[in-house]
């Protein structure tokens, strides 16, 4: 299965890159643009029996290695084979 | 108008919770601490006024335990300037160059979020150098972590060093040389001491002192958020428990970009003159910036919380007061000269506001959307804070031995032993840390780390410095005070061996928790042990920090004075360097007393018997130090390798271990026998010199009253031989000390 | 001559390059600041090394908008020299005056040290002071030095001589090894087409002072300081950076 | 408008971050993992009329600065204001 993992900064949490894009985004002239974030994105094959058992992997793996708990949220979604790819 | 003003009270806000005792301790305040406060106001204070105090008298920030023993400490010297009061010492270095250094922990923060605790940490120190008026020069590091297989070890030296790196390399301030150490008695609690170094021009040094009622506050960088609040100042200021997991305050992440941008924009609005006093916002954030100088000057503050810049809305006053944000800055300008100000800061692209004004009475005071949220006496909060002569007592029965077990199995033979020394992380290089450091950038690096001290070269004069940092804990543990002195010793003659008179040193006290009598004890002893080698060796102690509550679970750490010594080389192109140079040449060994085991990493390995540390004879290393010093001045020497962790047979391997071409070493005996003790032992005073034959004589008259020893030759071959014991190809032992912590990452990924 | 050091937000090195070119090697060197648009008339343009704007977001992603290098840009298009090092070679994949890109380093962690590089091409305005397969001693310190292109950018660029500078050992082999970073091919330094844009990740401000550790670096200084005066030899009254300077990497060396 | 950005490395371009990360989840027992990458994961406000408008801002913000084409793929989502959050 595909996994596709999200990692963003907590809210409150400064973050400096957010700051740099946005700065960036409208000194380039993009009008109306705000609260820019900048976190991770990671995709991964799985082996998995179901889309159960996936998604409960895919938790363990951000609790213990792709976000870092104390300064980062994340969400994740799994698509089963079937599904096309992004 | 006046009149009305002076009659104005605080006022609670809506929400806020209700002011008292139980509240008051809630924020750390003893019932005497909370009664002090009512005093000072002559009434209740409200939430916002308890959270400043609770803050500003907390012992992070007011020092109330340690403030009278640190008295003790010598800090007048012909090269000190200025002074007492601000943030950081400074010494004269020479051609109107004044050296501005401090050290200062992260150690809590860092073990809850090691990347950014320890950048931060970074970020922090620097600003208490660049807000003197001084350009940061370079950096270093003091880190103490637990047993190399602790689980967690992995984990927090990564992120540790990482953050380190991040900051310091993005800052372009490069990282010359540190310590790191692994023993189980830091599992709990790990030690991030950093250190910063800048440099000013005697007249360009800035003070953090308010003047001139009328003058605007500004407040320049990064804008307020929640990061950190009851952060670094409660959090180091009581012991670390389970339940700190759930006080922890939003971490505060560092942003080296902007602190750059801030040491450009700092420096350049300092010499248009237009800055009156300026201060860090650290611990405390803005409620210590305004209210230190205010109070230093004597006069009083008005802060309008309404031009704080934010970076999200819906903060409280309390929160707004109490954020540790980090890169800020306040400054008192002069009245007339914001705009200056401001364009330069733009330049920058940084904002600078103006946020109050310096008033004529004395007092701080905060408003927020029209109403006084706070009306303190400056002084109240700055200098005022209780003082504490908490009891000491020497624990009945002797001290554990850290990481030191009785000699149970025999011990390996010494080739053997000496493999296994230098494949300890605390004997093994230490590349894989400062490969990941920028020890070069500013183009001033003449030794960066890899040897005993760090030299550094000051553009446009002769002169160069030379900076360590030294700490053992393991020797403390046995003895406070001989250890808290052999490391002043030990930095000192560090910074002789690269062939530079010790000149002043700064200090981080990291000790357990100062409410029980035996570790106030181990402070005491500790300071007094500075003290005396401060004084021995006439190196005045200009800066520091002190870190209490270094506890889980009420298990403190051992007690680990860490010092850092600056010394100043007349002819930067004297410096001498570790590394034997030329076959042929003479070994010397020099020793002011016979070493010992204990506290040795020998001890730990292997286990060794009862024991003290060896002697430490301060007349002694004075002199040692002196004819260093000489030796290096009249080029007498080809190499000095001070003997530390691992002892004389380790001392003389790394000797050997020149990049420029690896040499070897013909020993014909060891002075003193063949024990352990001898090859392996710590402790004593010791440096490995090398010299050319013909010198030996003029060399000796230099170390009068200190056991000289021509102990062998360097060889071209690279061998290292002790007399029947040791034969090792040098080749395979520098592999092995190459890789000592390389193998260690890299086994079970 | 006279060189341009361009000073970004975040930039590092730029007083390094100043002093080694100004107070080193005796050159006219002056700081260009990234809000002007004036190239004051510089022979050769230094974008250097540091974390502009922090590096946030990608190395050199932001830099490459700051106004100064609309005219590094005309300014390279023209044939003027340009060279980045470290940041500054980020900086001129970002903007597309040079091909592909610098992503992290193998180990995921910064590396500060000494490295042996070779020389690929030495028939370049950047490397004609050295031999052809010379080894040169350099520090690199970058946590983003992988350098990477698409495969068939590659076999080109290699084929017109673009790659200049390759990780090596002491002895100028090629040896995983000795790939601090892990680049492809273990490029260290890449040319454009026109042999006018020249981008490292090695240092050589920092390799010019024996005291700190090696003068390697002034090789790569020299060559250009050589190829500009014969540029200007060729051609009397031309002043900025010679429109034929790209062209040089014909003559021998 | 929520506006959210996905960028990853480019098939066949080196990903030290995602091969790093994929060994270290299989040293953490995860079995059957294969294929990480690792990018970034954008997100911002944007005030813009129409969903296609803000689309064609989103496109022009990637392109010009948010990945890098040379070695970096990106795709984006708009979420119009009353959809919820993710
Ligand atoms: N161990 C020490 N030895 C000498 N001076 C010390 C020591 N600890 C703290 N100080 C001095 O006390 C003052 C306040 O300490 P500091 O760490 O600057 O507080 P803050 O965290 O508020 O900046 C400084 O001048 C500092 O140099
Ligand atoms: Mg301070």
């Known amino acids: 299965m595909l996994v596709k993992v999200f990692v963003t900064p907590r809210k409150g949490i400064l973050d400096p890159q957010g700051r740099a894009v946005e700065q960036s985004l409208k000194s380039l002239g993009f009008g109306g643009v705000g609260a820019v974030r900048v976190g991770r994105y990671i995709t991964l094959e799985l082996d998995a029996p179901s889309v159960e058992q996936a998604r409960a992997a895919a938790r363990r793996m951000c609790e213990q290695l792709l976000a870092n708990p104390n300064i980062e949220d994340y969400s994740f979604e799994v698509e089963p084979p079937e599904a096309g790819p992004r | 108008m006046t009149a009305t003003k002076t009659a104005e009270t605080p006022v609670a806000l809506a929400g806020e919770p209700a002011v008292g005792l139980e509240q008051a301790r809630a924020h750390g ?47 007048k010297g012909p090269r000190v300037v200025g002074g007492a009061g601000e943030n950081a010492g400074a010494l004269e270095v020479g051609d109107g160059w004044v050296a501005v250094f401090k050290i200062e922990s992260h150690n809590h923060p860092s073990f809850v979020e090691p990347y950014q605790g320890a950048a ?42 990482g953050g380190i790196g991040g900051y310091g390399n993005c800052v372009g301030v490069p990282t010359v040389a540190g310590e790191v150490m692994f ?51 409660l959090l180091a200021s009581a012991e670390f428990d389970a339940s700190s997991e759930a006080k922890r305050p939003t971490v505060q992440v560092g942003d080296p970009f902007t602190e750059k941008l801030l040491i450009e924009a700092c420096l350049e609005a300092m010499r248009s003159g237009a800055i009156v006093a300026i201060q860090d916002m650290g611990a405390a954030g803005l409620t210590s910036s305004s209210s230190e100088m205010a109070a230093r000057g004597g006069l009083g503050i008005e802060l309008d919380l309404d031009r ?166 393991r ?31 700064t200090n981080c006290l990291n000790y357990g928790n100062p409410e029980r009598p035996e570790i106030m004890w181990q402070f005491i002893r500790g300071v007094e042990g500075i003290r005396d080698a401060a004084l021995a060796l006439e190196t005045p102690v200009v800066s520091g920090n002190v870190s209490f509550y270094n506890e889980t679970e009420g298990r403190a750490i051992p007690p680990t004075p860490t010092i850092a010594m600056l010394g100043v080389l007349e002819d930067a192109g004297r410096r001498v360097t570790q590394f034997f140079k030329r076959p042929g040449d003479a070994i010397i060994l020099l020793r002011t007393a016979a070493p010992a085991l204990a506290a040795s990493e020998y001890a730990a390995l292997f286990g060794c018997g009862a024991g ?101 030759r360097v060889a071209g071959e690279p061998r290292l031989r002790v007399a029947k014991v040791i034969d090792e190809d040098v080749r395979e032992l520098m592999q092995i000390h190459e890789q000592a912590i390389v193998r260690r990452l890299a086994a079970n990924g | 001559m006279k060189w341009g050091v361009v000073r970004f937000p975040g930039s590092l090195d730029d007083a390094d390059a100043l002093w080694a070119l100004g107070q080193v090697m005796g050159q006219e060197a002056r700081a260009l600041w990234h809000k002007d648009e004036d190239l004051a008339g510089v022979q050769c343009v230094v974008l250097p090394g540091g974390f502009s704007y922090g590096d946030y977001l990608r190395c050199g992603a932001i830099a490459r908008f700051s106004p100064i290098m609309k005219s590094v840009v005309r300014f390279a298009n023209d044939g003027g020299l340009v ?28 590396i500060c040290e000494r490295v042996n590089v070779r020389v690929e091409n030495a028939a370049t305005p950047f490397t004609c002071a050295a031999r052809q397969g010379e080894v040169l001693r350099l520090p690199i310190k970058h946590g983003e030095g992988l350098y990477v292109a698409p495969a068939g950018e590659l076999r080109a660029m290699e084929e017109r001589g673009q790659v200049l500078l390759r990780y090596t050992d002491a002895a100028g082999r090629e040896r995983d090894d000795a790939n601090p970073n892990g680049s492809t091919r273990a490029i260290a330094g890449v040319a454009n087409e026109t042999f006018n844009v020249f981008g490292l990740m090695p240092h050589p401000e920092h390799a010019v002072e024996a005291a700190l550790g090696g003068e390697d670096g002034r090789k790569i200084f020299r060559s250009i300081i050589m190829s500009v005066e014969r540029t200007s030899a060729a051609k009397p009254g031309a002043t900025s950076g010679g429109t034929s300077a790209g062209r040089s990497s014909s003559s021998s060396v």
Chains 1, 4 share one sequence.
Not at chain 2, 35 to 45: D, H, K, M, N, Y
Not at chain 2, 477 to 504: K, Q, S, T
């Open chain 2, 120 to 161: 931060t940490g970074v970020g922090g120190i620097l600003r208490d150098i660049f807000t003197m008026g001084a350009r940061p020069v370079a950096s270093m590091d003091s880190l103490k972590f637990g047993a190399f297989d602790h689980p967690r070890t992995r984990h927090l030296l990564g992120g540790v060093v």
């Open chain 2, 475 to 505: 020797a403390c543990a046995l003895d406070p005070y001989v250890g808290a002195a052999a490391c002043v010793v030990e930095a000192a003659r560090n910074v002789a061996c690269a062939g530079a008179r010790p000149i002043g040193l």
């Open chain 2, 308 to 473: 704080i810049p934010l970076r999200e809305a819906g903060l409280t006053p309390y929160e707004i007061l109490l954020s540790e944000s980090q890169e800020r800055m306040l400054l008192v300008a002069q009245r007339g000269r914001e705009a200056e100000l401001a364009a330069i800061f733009a330049r920058w692209d940084l904002h600078a506001v103006v946020v109050g004004k310096i008033t004529e009475d004395q007092r701080w005071r905060v408003r927020w959307r029209g109403a006084l949220v706070a009306d303190i006496p400056a002084g109240a909060l700055a200098d005022q804070a209780p003082v504490y002569d908490r009891p000491a007592r020497e624990p009945s029965k002797a001290p554990p031995r850290i990481s030191s077990r009785p000699a149970t199995a025999p011990a390996p033979p010494p080739a053997e032993a000496l493999r296994r020394l230098l494949d300890s992380p605390n004997v093994g290089s230490k590349r894989w840390v400062y490969r990941q450091y920028d020890s070069m950038v500013q183009s001033n690096t003449m030794a960066g780390p890899g040897g005993d001290a760090a030299v550094l070269r000051i553009k446009g004069t002769h002169r160069g410095l030379a900076l360590k940092v030294d700490s053992n804990p």
């Open chain 2, 612 to 712: 003290a540390l060896a002697a430490l004879d301060l007349k002694r290393e004075r002199a040692l130090i002196e004819g260093l010093v000489a030796a290096a001045d009249l080029g007498l020497i080809g190499s000095a390798h001070d003997v530390a962790e691992g002892g004389l047979a380790v001392a003389l391997a790394e000797c050997c271990f020149n990049p420029d071409g690896v040499l070897g070493a013909e020993i014909d005996g060891m002075p003193g026998g063949s024990g352990a003790e001898v090859f392996f032992g710590e402790g004593a005073s010791a440096v490995v010199l090398s010299a050319a034959a013909g010198e030996l004589e003029k060399l000796r008259g230099l170390f009068g009253g200190i056991e000289f020893s021509v102990i062998g």
């Open chain 2, 29 to 75: 305040l003893s019932e005497d601490e909370y009664r002090a406060v009512e005093r000072w106001l002559g009434r209740t204070p409200t939430f916002t006024e308890l959270g400043v105090f609770s803050v500003m008298w907390s012992e992070h920030c007011s020092y109330k335990s340690s403030r009278r023993h640190l008295r003790m400490l010598p800090n």
């Open chain 3, 83 to 110: 060279i980045g090092i470290c940041n500054g070679f980020q900086i001129l994949c970002e903007a597309h005056l040079l091909p592909g890109a610098l992503t992290r380093n193998r180990s995921l962690s910064f």
């Open chain 2, 183 to 233: 023993d189980a008695a830091f599992n709990g609690n790990i030690l991030v001491n950093a250190f910063c170094l800048g440099l000013a021009r005697r007249d360009e040094l800035q003070s953090a002192r308010a003047q001139g009622p009328g003058n605007p506050v500004m407040y320049v960088g990064s804008a307020t958020g929640r990061d950190g609040i009851h952060g670094a100042s």
